[in-house]
T-cell receptor, first 116, second 112 residues
Protein backbone atom coordinates (compact mmCIF):
# COMPACT_ATOMS: atom_id res chain seq x y z
CA UNK A 1 0.00 0.00 0.00
CA UNK A 2 0.94 3.66 -0.10
CA UNK A 3 3.52 4.84 2.35
CA UNK A 4 3.85 8.14 4.16
CA UNK A 5 3.88 11.08 1.78
CA UNK A 6 5.19 14.59 2.39
CA UNK A 7 5.05 17.81 0.46
CA UNK A 8 6.79 19.78 -0.75
CA UNK A 9 9.93 17.71 -1.19
CA UNK A 10 12.04 20.85 -1.22
CA UNK A 11 11.31 24.34 0.05
CA UNK A 12 13.53 27.38 -0.18
CA UNK A 13 12.32 30.41 1.72
CA UNK A 14 13.64 33.75 2.83
CA UNK A 15 14.40 34.44 6.46
CA UNK A 16 11.33 35.79 8.22
CA UNK A 17 8.77 34.09 6.00
CA UNK A 18 6.29 31.47 7.20
CA UNK A 19 6.28 27.94 5.78
CA UNK A 20 3.85 25.03 5.92
CA UNK A 21 4.95 21.43 5.56
CA UNK A 22 2.43 18.68 4.92
CA UNK A 23 2.36 15.01 5.91
CA UNK A 24 -0.07 12.33 4.79
CA UNK A 25 0.38 9.19 6.94
CA UNK A 26 -0.15 5.56 6.04
CA UNK A 27 -3.87 4.87 5.86
CA UNK A 28 -5.20 3.65 9.19
CA UNK A 29 -2.20 4.76 11.23
CA UNK A 30 -3.47 6.76 14.17
CA UNK A 31 -0.09 7.94 15.46
CA UNK A 32 1.89 10.58 13.59
CA UNK A 33 5.28 12.07 14.42
CA UNK A 34 7.39 14.96 13.19
CA UNK A 35 11.17 14.85 13.42
CA UNK A 36 13.90 16.96 11.92
CA UNK A 37 17.40 16.08 10.84
CA UNK A 38 20.04 18.74 10.49
CA UNK A 39 23.33 18.27 8.68
CA UNK A 40 25.61 16.24 10.91
CA UNK A 41 22.96 15.94 13.60
CA UNK A 42 20.80 13.06 14.64
CA UNK A 43 17.08 12.80 14.27
CA UNK A 44 15.37 15.21 16.64
CA UNK A 45 11.78 14.58 17.79
CA UNK A 46 9.42 17.54 17.42
CA UNK A 47 5.81 16.51 18.11
CA UNK A 48 3.57 13.45 18.34
CA UNK A 49 -0.12 13.14 17.46
CA UNK A 50 -2.51 10.45 18.56
CA UNK A 51 -5.57 11.01 16.42
CA UNK A 52 -6.05 14.77 16.27
CA UNK A 53 -4.56 15.54 19.67
CA UNK A 54 -0.91 16.17 20.46
CA UNK A 55 -0.05 14.61 23.83
CA UNK A 56 3.65 15.33 23.38
CA UNK A 57 4.86 18.65 22.00
CA UNK A 58 8.03 18.61 24.04
CA UNK A 59 10.37 18.67 21.06
CA UNK A 60 9.11 21.85 19.42
CA UNK A 61 12.16 24.15 19.62
CA UNK A 62 10.29 27.45 19.96
CA UNK A 63 6.86 29.01 19.81
CA UNK A 64 7.47 29.73 16.13
CA UNK A 65 6.77 26.06 15.51
CA UNK A 66 3.25 24.66 15.56
CA UNK A 67 1.47 21.67 14.12
CA UNK A 68 -2.03 20.42 13.67
CA UNK A 69 -3.70 17.29 12.48
CA UNK A 70 -7.21 17.09 11.10
CA UNK A 71 -9.53 14.16 10.50
CA UNK A 72 -7.01 11.86 12.15
CA UNK A 73 -5.04 11.94 8.94
CA UNK A 74 -3.14 14.81 7.30
CA UNK A 75 -0.85 16.92 9.46
CA UNK A 76 0.67 20.33 8.82
CA UNK A 77 3.81 21.65 10.50
CA UNK A 78 4.02 25.43 10.41
CA UNK A 79 7.16 27.43 11.04
CA UNK A 80 6.62 31.15 11.48
CA UNK A 81 9.27 33.82 10.91
CA UNK A 82 11.78 31.27 9.69
CA UNK A 83 15.41 31.56 10.76
CA UNK A 84 18.50 30.12 9.13
CA UNK A 85 18.88 27.59 11.95
CA UNK A 86 15.53 26.12 10.89
CA UNK A 87 17.19 24.75 7.76
CA UNK A 88 16.93 20.96 7.98
CA UNK A 89 15.12 17.96 6.60
CA UNK A 90 11.72 17.64 8.24
CA UNK A 91 10.59 14.05 8.47
CA UNK A 92 7.15 12.70 9.22
CA UNK A 93 6.50 9.16 10.44
CA UNK A 94 3.39 7.20 11.28
CA UNK A 95 2.65 4.07 13.23
CA UNK A 96 -0.21 1.77 14.10
CA UNK A 97 -0.45 2.58 17.78
CA UNK A 98 -2.74 -0.29 18.72
CA UNK A 99 0.37 -2.19 19.87
CA UNK A 100 1.43 0.73 22.02
CA UNK A 101 4.95 -0.03 23.06
CA UNK A 102 5.91 -1.77 19.85
CA UNK A 103 5.56 1.48 17.95
CA UNK A 104 7.14 0.66 14.57
CA UNK A 105 7.39 4.01 12.84
CA UNK A 106 7.54 4.40 9.07
CA UNK A 107 9.03 7.54 7.61
CA UNK A 108 8.05 9.65 4.67
CA UNK A 109 10.61 11.00 2.17
CA UNK A 110 11.00 14.28 4.05
CA UNK A 111 10.89 17.96 3.18
CA UNK A 112 14.23 19.69 2.77
CA UNK A 113 13.83 23.24 4.07
CA UNK A 114 16.44 25.84 3.22
CA UNK A 115 16.17 29.30 4.77
CA UNK A 116 18.22 31.93 2.95
CA UNK B 1 19.34 12.80 29.74
CA UNK B 2 18.16 9.79 27.79
CA UNK B 3 20.87 8.82 25.32
CA UNK B 4 21.49 6.34 22.57
CA UNK B 5 25.13 5.91 21.62
CA UNK B 6 26.62 4.52 18.44
CA UNK B 7 30.10 4.49 17.02
CA UNK B 8 29.96 6.91 14.08
CA UNK B 9 32.35 4.82 12.00
CA UNK B 10 32.94 4.48 9.19
CA UNK B 11 32.85 0.73 9.55
CA UNK B 12 34.47 -0.81 6.51
CA UNK B 13 33.98 -4.47 5.61
CA UNK B 14 34.69 -6.45 2.43
CA UNK B 15 31.86 -7.90 0.40
CA UNK B 16 30.66 -11.20 1.86
CA UNK B 17 31.85 -10.46 5.39
CA UNK B 18 29.74 -9.99 8.52
CA UNK B 19 29.16 -6.41 9.57
CA UNK B 20 28.55 -5.85 13.28
CA UNK B 21 26.89 -2.62 14.41
CA UNK B 22 26.53 -1.76 18.07
CA UNK B 23 24.35 0.53 20.15
CA UNK B 24 24.08 1.29 23.85
CA UNK B 25 21.31 3.14 25.61
CA UNK B 26 21.17 4.88 28.95
CA UNK B 27 17.60 4.41 30.18
CA UNK B 28 16.70 1.04 31.70
CA UNK B 29 13.05 1.87 31.03
CA UNK B 30 13.61 1.40 27.30
CA UNK B 31 11.18 -1.15 25.94
CA UNK B 32 11.35 -1.21 22.15
CA UNK B 33 14.42 -1.19 19.94
CA UNK B 34 14.75 -0.51 16.25
CA UNK B 35 17.32 -0.42 13.50
CA UNK B 36 16.83 1.93 10.58
CA UNK B 37 18.90 2.12 7.41
CA UNK B 38 19.40 5.52 5.81
CA UNK B 39 20.95 5.95 2.39
CA UNK B 40 22.53 9.30 1.63
CA UNK B 41 19.85 11.86 0.80
CA UNK B 42 17.02 9.50 1.72
CA UNK B 43 14.80 9.04 4.74
CA UNK B 44 15.25 6.28 7.34
CA UNK B 45 13.89 2.85 6.46
CA UNK B 46 12.89 0.43 9.23
CA UNK B 47 14.78 -2.85 8.85
CA UNK B 48 14.54 -4.55 12.26
CA UNK B 49 12.61 -4.28 15.50
CA UNK B 50 13.26 -6.22 18.71
CA UNK B 51 11.43 -6.18 22.01
CA UNK B 52 12.80 -9.01 24.16
CA UNK B 53 16.22 -10.29 25.10
CA UNK B 54 17.93 -12.56 22.64
CA UNK B 55 18.31 -12.75 18.89
CA UNK B 56 15.86 -11.99 16.11
CA UNK B 57 16.72 -13.00 12.57
CA UNK B 58 15.27 -11.70 9.31
CA UNK B 59 17.08 -12.78 6.17
CA UNK B 60 20.67 -11.56 6.33
CA UNK B 61 19.94 -9.38 9.35
CA UNK B 62 20.09 -10.42 13.01
CA UNK B 63 19.25 -8.07 15.85
CA UNK B 64 20.53 -8.91 19.32
CA UNK B 65 19.22 -7.39 22.55
CA UNK B 66 20.71 -7.57 26.03
CA UNK B 67 18.68 -5.44 28.42
CA UNK B 68 20.92 -6.20 31.40
CA UNK B 69 23.87 -4.69 29.55
CA UNK B 70 21.70 -2.04 27.85
CA UNK B 71 23.07 -3.10 24.52
CA UNK B 72 21.53 -3.81 21.13
CA UNK B 73 23.38 -4.87 18.01
CA UNK B 74 22.75 -5.56 14.35
CA UNK B 75 24.62 -8.20 12.39
CA UNK B 76 24.56 -8.16 8.61
CA UNK B 77 25.70 -11.44 7.10
CA UNK B 78 27.10 -11.74 3.55
CA UNK B 79 27.44 -7.95 3.34
CA UNK B 80 26.81 -6.43 -0.09
CA UNK B 81 27.88 -3.06 -1.51
CA UNK B 82 24.18 -2.15 -1.49
CA UNK B 83 24.29 -2.38 2.31
CA UNK B 84 26.54 0.69 2.39
CA UNK B 85 24.49 3.25 4.32
CA UNK B 86 24.12 4.84 7.72
CA UNK B 87 22.46 2.59 10.29
CA UNK B 88 20.44 4.30 13.01
CA UNK B 89 19.62 2.70 16.34
CA UNK B 90 16.41 3.93 17.99
CA UNK B 91 14.67 3.16 21.26
CA UNK B 92 11.30 3.94 22.77
CA UNK B 93 11.11 4.85 26.43
CA UNK B 94 7.54 4.40 27.54
CA UNK B 95 7.65 7.15 30.11
CA UNK B 96 8.66 9.60 27.42
CA UNK B 97 5.64 8.83 25.28
CA UNK B 98 6.17 7.03 22.06
CA UNK B 99 8.74 9.24 20.39
CA UNK B 100 11.80 7.40 19.18
CA UNK B 101 15.17 8.43 20.55
CA UNK B 102 17.82 8.00 17.91
CA UNK B 103 21.52 7.50 18.00
CA UNK B 104 23.56 9.50 15.50
CA UNK B 105 24.17 6.46 13.36
CA UNK B 106 27.04 4.30 12.16
CA UNK B 107 28.21 4.61 8.57
CA UNK B 108 28.86 1.25 6.95
CA UNK B 109 30.94 0.89 3.82
CA UNK B 110 31.02 -2.47 2.02
CA UNK B 111 33.74 -2.77 -0.59
CA UNK B 112 33.49 -5.09 -3.58
Amino acid sequence: GAGVSQSPSNKVTEKGKDVELRCDPISGHTALYWYRQSLGQGLEFLIYFQGNSAPDKSGLPSDRFSAERTGGSVSTLTIQRTQQEDSAVYLCASSDSRAFFRNEQYFGPGTRLTVT
Amino acid sequence: QKEVEQNSGPLSVPEGAIASLNCTYSDRGSQSFFWYRQYSGKSPELIMSIYSNGDKEDGRFTAQLNKASQYVSLLIRDSQPSDSATYLCAVTILQAGTALIFGKGTTLSVSS
